[in-house]
């Protein structure tokens, strides 16, 4: 079974700073897709970024980018510049193979400190 | 164009009693999927949808239901609530991306089911 594991349960960054979340998974599928999403206290989750499997160049979204090591499962994701706006929780998914639904880790709690 | 509209934003029951989540969907997107998110078990996938099909199911007992009409829209039933039923009710609209089956999703803001 496809597992999503987060081990940050939270986070801290000065604003401005850069800070690196991570994610790991598990999968036996080679055609996969992986995403962060945002879920700010106002509990909208909202897709920041994704990475398809087969890519090698990582994805990069403004401030936000990823970094993929297919061999190790992992998918953390960096926030440079970080801005008040961004302290959320963020969710690691993954979604593979022929299913349609996402696999979430459990979440880091991110804080920007001004 | 418009996001994934979830009604009621807040709901109120008593154990016993049953609850129905309506989720309209980003125009054109014909997959629905449907999320429960508590503290405690993260978010968990209920059921998906797609053209008035369910096509995929979670781990959940069958007092969970759900369906979608023709126009998409979809709807969730919870009989005979009980008091962990309580949870953030989340719907997802889906874009199909690559080959085999995959989607990207894209949430409403959620329904709030407190079960008392």
């Known amino acids: 079974a496809q597992t999503v594991t987060q081990s940050q349960p939270e986070m801290s960054v000065q604003e401005a700073e850069t800070v690196t979340l991570s994610c790991t998974y598990d999968t036996s599928e080679s055609d996969y897709y992986l995403f962060w999403y945002k879920q700010p206290p106002s509990r909208q989750m909202i897709l920041v970024i994704r990475q398809e499997a087969y890519k090698q160049q990582n994805a990069t979204e403004n401030r936000f980018s990823v970094n993929f090591q297919k061999a190790a499962k992992s998918f953390s994701l960096k926030i440079s510049d970080s801005q008040l706006g961004d302290a959320a929780m963020y969710f690691c998914?993954?979604?593979?193979?022929?299913?349609?639904?996402?696999?979430f880790g459990k979440g880091t709690k991110l804080s920007v400190k001004p | 164009k418009a996001g994934v509209t979830q009604t009621p934003r807040y709901l109120i029951k008593t154990r016993g009693q049953q609850v129905t989540l309506s989720c309209s969907p980003i125009s054109g997107h014909r997959s629905v999927s449907w999320y429960q998110q508590t503290p405690g078990q993260g978010l968990q996938f209920l059921f998906e949808y797609f053209s008035e099909t369910q096509r995929n199911k979670g781990n959940f007992p069958g007092r969970f239901s759900g369906r979608q009409f023709s126009n998409s829209r979809s709807e969730m039933n919870v009989s005979t609530l009980e008091l962990g039923d309580s949870a953030l009710y989340l719907c997802?609209?889906?874009?199909?991306?690559?080959?085999?089956?995959?989607?990207?999703?894209?949430f409403g803001a959620g329904t709030r089911l407190s079960v008392l």
């Open positions: 998914a993954y979604t593979g193979g022929s299913q349609g639904n996402l696999i």
């Open positions: 997802a609209s889906s874009l199909a991306i690559g080959t085999s089956g995959q989607y990207i999703q894209y």
